[in-house]
């Protein structure tokens, strides 16, 4: 008999891949968690229902939260990453010569452990012990809290907006992320599909543009989230990557990213456009 994993992108679409074995299922402390070798998508992670991440396609994730901001940066040393549990963008982090410290705090230490049994090339960072890693299990929202012009970039690599991910969307979690960064910092969520997700992608929009002296969007193609358009919201104190030049050579191989990619992902869509700004201002 055939087995099948499925999310449930919204009341009328559902994402169905054919599993060759289910490797894991079970529960953690805060979500369900099951591990799955798929045959289209190969290895992946599903938490409460949604798919987080797969071996075929999570460098498009990956190297988009990650080198984006830290190539508009122009010395990120110290870096921040609030969730991002399989280690994906720990391991896109430390890749950075100016990166001195990779600070990783993820709330669920069962999405840890699993994903350094399950998923060794996304969790390399960590099964590898990095120099430059610290991973903490605990509250990002209470340990960004906690620091004041400290980090050059932080990075939100969180579920969606529902169990353990919904305090990460707010106004009083972005305020805390402001004050955490030093005074040329930037701070970069995931924030879904302006396809199918506007309401979300508009109101957190709205919360960094407040907050932040510069707030852009910026896309991705990601096959496996919903409509496979991706979405990251950027507040920066002072780099706008509307204005970015190469400010020095990327010295590792990447399989998405790269120096047309980090000007090009801040090309909008007119709908998307007209999401953020109104249609006033395409």
């Known amino acids: ?5 499925t999310e449930h992108q919204s009341p009328y679409l559902d994402l169905t891949t054919e599993a060759s ?3 894991y299922r079970g529960h953690s402390d805060f979500q369900d968690i099951v591990v799955a070798d798929s045959k289209e998508f190969g290895r992946m992670l599903v938490l409460d229902g949604v798919f987080q991440t797969s071996v075929k396609d999570e460098f498009m994730y990956h ?3 990650i080198h984006i901001p830290l190539f508009l940066h122009p010395n990120p040393k110290r870096v921040l990453i609030i969730g991002g549990g399989d280690g994906g963008s720990a391991r896109e982090a430390v890749r950075h010569p100016e990166v001195e410290s990779v600070a990783m705090v993820d709330i669920d230490g069962k999405v840890i452990e699993l994903s350094k049994q399950y998923f060794p090339e996304i969790s390399k960072a960590m099964l590898e012990e990095n120099p430059k890693l610290t991973v903490t299990v605990g509250d990002g929202i209470a340990f960004m809290r906690q620091a004041e012009n400290y980090y050059d970039v932080i990075i939100v690599d969180c579920s969606d907006p529902v169990g353990p991910g919904e305090g990460l969307f707010t106004y009083d979690f972005y ?3 402001f ?10 969520q995931q924030t879904e599909s302006p396809f199918m997700h506007g309401k979300l992608v508009k109101d957190v929009f709205d919360c960094v543009s407040d907050i932040f002296p510069i707030a852009r969007l910026y896309t991705a193609f990601i096959p496996l989230y919903p409509s496979g358009m991706h979405c990251f919201t950027l507040g920066s104190k002072k780099y706008d990557p509307l204005q970015w030049t190469p400010n020095r050579k990327r010295t590792f191989p990447t399989r998405y990213y790269n120096e047309g990619i980090q000007q090009s992902a801040f090309v909008l869509p007119n709908f998307v456009k007209d999401l953020l700004y109104g249609k006033a201002d395409r």
């Open 1 to 5: 008999m055939k087995k099948f994993i």
């Open 21 to 23: 074995e289910i490797l």
């Open 63 to 65: 190297e988009s939260i």
């Open 175 to 177: 305020k805390d992320t």
């Open 179 to 188: 004050k955490a960064l030093k005074d040329d910092g930037i701070f970069v």
